[in-house]
């Protein structure tokens, strides 16, 4: 039987290849792919997500995170959680509650702190660092506060045929305090359905949430799709839909698997992801939008 893994972003590599070892041996995916997500979240180089992720206007760290077991359909999601190290493990453990799978700020934190995840301080001195110098650039530039902004979301199926999705992000810089993004919400963020495949976003949430988008994906992919073809038309589509009902759509990236390991991208600006299978090695590429299709090449 087949496995694989694909994660949006460069920074996702690592991770992929460590899970891709650990579906090799015969792991999970649960627990392979929430590994790979742990090690973008913990390294504070990548100012998205987990430690080290760009603050929100109060230069507070707020996080997201979501996760969904395709087999049963379970999810667990938190919004704007503070202080806590790990937030797709605290989704992942969510999801086995049969109530109060979403849970956000306080709230979210008072469960993690009693179900034993470990606390940590999020901001780091280089991200309060960039806050001050946006804050600055916004005086003397009016320049837009809210880029620098990559989630990190992976789908991920085992030889055993589970197929699981998630996601993690600090969500945009200099957002509102309280703001969600569309990271931890099923069916906008992520979505997985082990019979046919799972879809994960990445972009501008405000828009990406207006479409639920992964979900649409895994529903064409549901209707006979080639993941290609599904991530193809879900962006597109509704890039143009935004375009001409509201003027502009925003930054639109996802990436899909289906049950067979057959992976497909569509994106509306250059995009890079991650991806390995039993048959591919741990590889980055590179998307970008040509039409109405995606193309992409090996980074
Ligand atoms: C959000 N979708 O909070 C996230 C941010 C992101 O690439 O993915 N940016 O809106």
């Excluded at 990436?255 to 994106?267: A, L, Q, S």
């Amino acid at each position: 039987m087949r496995w694989g893994i694909i994660a949006t972003w460069e920074m996702a590599l690592e991770g992929v290849r460590h899970a891709s070892k650990m579906l090799e041996n015969g792991l999970n995916a649960a627990d392979s792919m929430e590994e790979a997500i742990k090690m973008v979240e913990n390294n504070p180089l990548y100012t998205s997500v987990g430690y080290g992720g760009l603050p929100n206007e109060k230069c507070e760290v707020e996080l997201d995170a979501g996760f969904m077991d395709g087999n049963t359909l379970s999810v667990g999601a938190l919004g704007g959680i503070k202080d806590f190290k790990n937030p797709i493990s605290i989704a992942k453990n969510l999801s086995e509650e049969r109530f109060n799978i979403f849970l956000v700020g306080t709230g979210a934190e008072e469960y993690a702190h009693k179900s034993g995840f470990e606390s940590k301080n999020m901001l780091t001195e280089e991200s309060r660092k960039a806050w001050e110098k946006r804050i600055q650039e916004m005086k003397d530039k009016s320049l837009s506060p809210y880029d620098g902004h990559d989630t990190v979301g992976m789908v991920c199926i085992d030889k055993y045929e589970n197929l699981v999705s998630g996601t993690s992000t600090s969500g945009l810089f200099m957002k509102k305090k309280g703001r969600v993004g569309d990271s931890p919400l099923p069916g906008s963020g992520y979505y997985a359905d082990s019979q046919v495949g799972g879809a994960v976003a990445t972009g501008l949430g405000e828009d990406i949430m207006k479409g639920c988008l992964s979900y649409e994906v895994v529903r064409l992919m549901e209707e006979g799709l080639h993941p290609q073809q599904a991530a193809e038309k879900v962006v597109y589509e509704f890039s143009k839909k935004l375009e001409k009902r509201r003027g502009k759509a925003g930054a639109i990236s996802i990436v899909c698997m289906n049950k067979n390991g057959e992976w497909g991208v569509g994106t509306n600006v250059e995009f890079s992801f991650a991806v390995a299978t039993d048959e591919e090695e741990p590889r980055v590429y590179v998307a970008n939008k040509d039409g109405d299709k995606t193309i992409y090449h090996l980074a």
